[in-house]
């Protein structure tokens, strides 16, 4: 069973101070049992976000680590999609613990899903600032810029993650697509293939090499990457539509090839007389 955590303590009975053992001092079984499922990743996310709003309602809640379990419940109701009541409660959370740079960063999660790009850009930067090693959040603050056309802030952010965490699969991928983006195709190429070395089943990798194949001129070796995507996944549209486009060019190169070249009909002067 896990250990209660109360303000500043970390207890390996469920009593509300070290030095008290008295039944009447004990934390009641109930609000246990919700801690128990609150903060269980294990079981449903709506048993959890029930448990945890039962333990913040009870009156023993004032000796609990509130900012902790608000946490937990603010995961609990993004995992349901409500988001609004999720960043209710990683606000609470942050109320609580206010250095917490994983709240900040769960919070940014929730922002982006509700489409506010600017609101998780600025909670990213302040779970940055307080982790500077969250490499996570440097990638995800990029695609982010990415979203934005700002790629090369976007850059500067994937360069950064890969400093702190090299071969970070993530940060690879979505530094050639910015590359890309920007048309350093050559740059873009080595950031896929590297990709594709860690990741070898990566639908997104493959495409992307394809792309990269398709802007240096190489049609046959774009061809050959989609191949590769489909693969990985039949269904994958932007690979079947990007195959039928390469396809239709490659067929009218066919034919312009196999058709006669014939000689330019020039029109003869009409005949002076004088």
Excluded at 84 to 111: F, G, M, Q, T, W
Excluded at 212 to 235: C, F, H
């Amino acid at each position: 069973m896990k250990n209660l955590i109360f303000k500043g303590v970390l207890l390996g009975t469920v009593v509300l101070s070290s030095a008290s053992t008295n039944a009447k001092d004990a934390i009641p079984e109930a609000v246990q049992a919700n801690y128990e499922k609150c903060t269980d990743k294990r079981l449903l996310s709506a048993v959890r976000a029930l448990a945890c709003k039962r333990l913040l309602e009870s009156p023993e809640s004032r000796e609990l680590n509130l900012g902790k379990i608000h946490h937990y419940q603010a995961i609990s109701y993004a995992h349901l999609r409500m988001l609004d009541k999720a960043i209710k409660h990683y606000n609470e959370a942050l109320k609580h613990s206010p250095k917490n740079a994983l709240i900040y960063y769960n919070r940014a999660v929730a922002e982006t899903k509700q489409g506010d790009t600017k609101a998780a850009i600025r909670s990213l930067d302040t779970a940055i600032l307080l982790n500077p090693s969250h490499y996570q959040a440097i990638v995800r603050r990029g695609v982010l810029y990415a979203n934005l056309k700002n790629f090369k802030y976007a850059l500067r952010d994937y360069s950064e993650a890969l400093r702190i965490k090299p071969n970070y699969f993530l940060a690879v991928l979505n530094r050639g697509n910015a590359y890309l983006s920007l048309n350093q195709v050559k740059k873009a190429f080595l950031d896929f293939e590297q990709a594709i070395k860690l990741r070898a089943n990566s639908a997104s990798a493959h495409y992307g090499q394809a792309l990269t194949w398709w802007r240096s001129g190489k049609m046959y070796r774009a061809l050959g990457s989609l191949e590769k995507v489909l693969q990985i996944d039949p269904n994958h549209k932007s690979a079947l539509k990007f195959q039928n486009i390469i396809a239709r060019r490659l067929l009218k190169l066919k034919k312009r090839k196999s058709e006669p070249e014939t000689e330019p009909t020039v029109e003869k002067p009409e005949s002076s007389h004088i």
